[in-house]
């Protein structure tokens, strides 16, 4: 926790509604990067695989350069699955919330993950097997009440589409960072949630298990399993993979019918 709390204080956070038009490029249309993400990326993988040695990285920034990196997920060696600075676009345009994510896998299996919200200065984090935590609160998501009293986290067009079916949840919105909404399913704050087209493991390898020690289920809709980062990681990214996270299997299945998936 301290490698990734440290990176933000010192990388990220001064950086924050400081940034000028030189600190921000392009990769592709509508998807951002900015130095606090490149630098940031650089000093986790340092000081990560210096804690650990041998161990391998898989960066966002790097993997969107040479997709062969993702092939490091299913390696023999330690993995540290690393989203440097998850929610870039509100970072850039100097909106809240941003997240750092990193994932500890071995195997295509992840065993530990961290999000560290560098504004509230929250980190939740997850061991496989020894629960969710934050500080030394261990989370469980609470029992869930009636459907329609959910909060979700959902796209605007699937949003528009389970509000227009009777009984069902009203409260959906999206924040524009992955790792806030894991924060927030872990914490109760947040029911459920869907994520789609490109399941990218930097975003979701560590958020998965967190959900999961915390209680929660989630489920791939086209492989019909649980989410763990050895989904074809290549793959995953463009084959219209769905997943659905809730409190419990039977709002799980109850959302599914609901989107009609």
């Known amino acids: 926790i301290r490698i990734i709390t ?3 204080k010192a990388l990220i956070t001064p950086r924050f509604q400081q940034l000028t038009k030189a600190d921000i490029r392009e990769k592709s249309p509508g998807d951002l990067v900015t130095i606090a993400d490149v630098e940031a990326e650089k000093r986790l993988e340092a000081e990560l695989t210096a804690l650990v040695p041998d161990s391998l990285v898989v960066g966002e920034e790097e993997a969107e350069d040479f997709p062969s990196v993702l092939d490091r997920i299913n390696a ?3 993995v540290w699955v690393l989203d440097p600075l998850d929610g870039t676009r509100n970072f850039a345009h100097g909106r809240e919330p941003f997240a750092v994510i990193v994932a500890y896998c071995l195997g295509g299996e992840t065993l530990m993950g961290w999000i560290h919200d560098p504004i509230s200065d929250e980190t939740v984090w997850a061991a496989k097997g020894q629960g969710c935590w ?8 609470p029992d869930a009440g009636p459907l329609e009293e959910m909060k979700g986290s959902l796209s605007s067009n699937v949003g528009k589409r389970l509000k227009a079916v009777p009984g069902v949840p009203t409260k959906i919105s999206r924040v524009g960072c992955v790792g806030r909404d894991y924060m927030n399913l872990a914490l109760g704050r947040l029911d459920f949630a869907r994520y789609a087209f490109r399941l990218k493991p930097w975003d979701h390898a560590a958020g998965a298990l967190i959900h999961a020690e915390a209680g929660g289920k989630n489920w791939l809709l086209k492989a019909a399993r649980d989410y763990h980062p050895d989904l074809n990681p290549k793959d995953a990214q463009s084959t219209g993979e769905i997943m659905l996270l809730a409190p419990d ?4 299945e109850n959302l599914r019918r609901l989107l009609g998936e």
């Open 249 to 252: 299997q039977a709002i799980l």
């Open 6 to 8: 440290e990176t933000a």
């Open 76 to 78: 023999d060696a330690p």
């Open 134 to 141: 934050s500080g030394s609160n261990r989370l469980t998501i």
